[in-house]
């Protein structure tokens, strides 16, 4: 059975960093696609950056510049980077995967797996 659990949220000044963790079981994660959303009350899930089998980054322009997707095939396991926080990434942040990656690939659709979500809270 395939399971994302997310780790590394927290409470954080604005211009801080946190580096969130998503590690992945039930599945070997080498070929899948694997992004970040992220979900702020009262507002939709917003994907915000995936990096694909051969590791292709893409970006969401409110985090471009600031955010970091890797992965670690060895370890099973994802990472966000997230530098120069803005009161306006505080939300709910949620690792997907699927077995391969759609079009547009920040689309919540194309996910068949998801993890139970971390909070980020930013205090300006």
């Known amino acids: 059975q395939v399971q994302l659990v997310e780790s590394g949220g927290g409470s954080v000044q604005a211009g801080g960093s946190l580096r969130l963790s998503c590690a992945a079981s039930g599945y070997t994660n080498r070929g899948y696609c694997m992004a970040w959303f992220r979900q702020a009350p009262a507002k939709e899930r917003e994907g915000i950056a995936v990096i694909n089998s051969i590791g292709i980054m893409t970006y969401a322009i409110s985090v471009k510049g600031r955010f970091t997707i890797s992965r670690d095939n060895a370890k099973n396991t994802l990472y966000l980077q997230m530098n120069s926080l803005k009161a306006e990434d505080t939300a709910m942040y949620y690792c997907?995967?699927?077995?391969?990656?759609?079009?547009?690939?920040?689309?919540?659709?194309?996910?068949?797996?998801w993890g139970q979500g971390t909070q980020v809270t930013v205090s300006s």
């Open positions: 997907a995967a699927n077995p391969f990656c759609g079009s547009p690939p920040l689309k919540s659709g194309w996910y068949n797996y």
